[in-house]
């Protein structure tokens, strides 16, 4: 708006020089019109005046432009310049969405500069020249529209781009925060599973209580550092890229304390939306068999193929019976199946023998040779 408001100073600027140079011109070649006079050159510098004023009084000050060139013209005044005054009215008029105002006065200009031609017996009067003069005043209305179809397309994909960014923003922090959530999730588990390991064997067996509260400390260790991590993004308000994938399945089989067996089928590079997808299914399934079978032993089973990524994640279910739940934290089995419906996937979840299984099945690209 400030540099709209900014340039109008300019434009006037402009508009006085070409008006006063023009008509001075114009008085030479037309020696049958009346002299410049104070007048004239008063009617002259109205249209720059208005220019000025035209962003606080639109319409007002378009009227008296207008009107301080029909007063020239009829006044019998030469031709020239003083029509820079109105035409940047108009285009200024249209700019500022006041398209009627503005139609309505270049239809009232060509019906007086018609009319003018033909009361006061002009030599050019004629057909050729109200064709002329309709030509000349469409043309610049023309010129205007598509100038304002232009700039408002323009403003329009500018929109749509902040808008877009600001989804953009908006999907990375969800994203963030289901990331927070896993990890908090996964790890609070574990420290709670492992608490109680430790409770209930530090009299008995003190060697495995140490290595529970070794557990627990490198649990709760994660979960610090991944609160500071996103609270430091969420200050600087940068995205951030989720760095967990497949390969800290290692880490995370270890960190969990259970019996796990890792196995992979096959090998193949992997977009990262799946990895972290991938990655995230197996600790949350790993987080639901330490908190409702612990002690069960765990497989870990990766299939890949050419269309997908399968992920298997078994327990036998040797302490407690499986049980097909949606409770617990609320967001366990349902995220599981967000992550994989995000991406075109799908997640079963459910009784397996005496244990429970979860298998997701997360579309891949083809591979390109």
């Known amino acids: 708006m400030r540099s709209k408001s900014g340039f109008a100073p300019y434009l006037a600027l402009i508009a006085a020089v070409l ?26 510098l109205a249209g720059p005046l208005m220019i000025v004023l035209h962003r606080r009084f639109p319409i007002p000050t378009a009227l008296v432009t207008f009107l301080a060139t029909y007063a020239y013209v009829w006044g019998g005044y030469p031709y020239g ?14 700019l500022h969405r006041h398209r ?3 139609w309505t006065l270049a239809g009232v200009t060509l019906v007086i500069f018609i009319a003018y031609s033909w009361i006061t017996l002009q030599p050019t009067r004629g057909l050729f020249h109200d064709l002329a003069v309709s030509s000349f005043i469409l043309l610049f ?10 700039r408002e397309r323009r403003a329009q994909q500018q929109r749509a781009a902040e808008e877009e960014t600001r989804r953009q923003a908006s999907e990375e922090r969800l994203t963030m925060a289901q990331e927070l959530h896993d990890v908090l999730a996964h790890n609070i588990s574990l420290i709670h599973v492992q608490a109680s390991t430790a409770l209930h064997l530090i009299d008995d067996n003190p060697d495995q209580a140490r290595t529970a509260l070794a557990t627990i400390k490198t649990a709760s260790k994660e979960v610090l550092g991944e609160m500071r991590s996103v609270l430091n993004v969420l200050r600087e308000g940068a995205p951030r890229s989720p760095t967990a994938g497949l390969d800290r399945l290692d880490e995370l089989i270890e960190r969990s304390g259970m019996d796990v067996t890792l196995k992979r089928v096959g090998s193949r590079p992997l977009p990262p939306s799946v990895e972290r997808a991938a990655y995230r299914i197996v600790q949350e399934s790993l987080t639901n ?7 069960s032993a765990v497989t870990v089973r990766l299939e890949y193929a050419d269309r997908e990524l399968v992920v298997r994640v078994t327990d036998n279910g040797a302490i407690k019976p499986a049980v097909l739940s949606e409770s617990g934290s609320g967001n366990g089995i349902p995220g599981m199946r967000e992550r994989a419906a995000a991406l075109g996937g799908t997640l079963v979840a459910g009784p397996s023998g005496k244990g429970f299984q979860v298998e997701a099945r997360l579309p891949l690209p083809e591979e390109t040779s």
């Open 19 to 44: 008006q006063l140079a023009l008509s001075q011109g114009a008085q030479r070649g037309q020696p049958d019109r009346e002299p410049l006079d104070p007048l004239a050159y008063g009617l002259l």
């Open 81 to 94: 310049g003083v029509f820079f005054s109105p035409i940047a009215m108009l285009f200024l008029l249209v």
């Open 100 to 102: 009627l105002t503005a």
């Open 141 to 150: 209305m023309v010129a205007a529209e598509l100038i304002r179809i232009a």
């Open 289 to 295: 068999a330490a908190r409702h079978a612990p002690g």
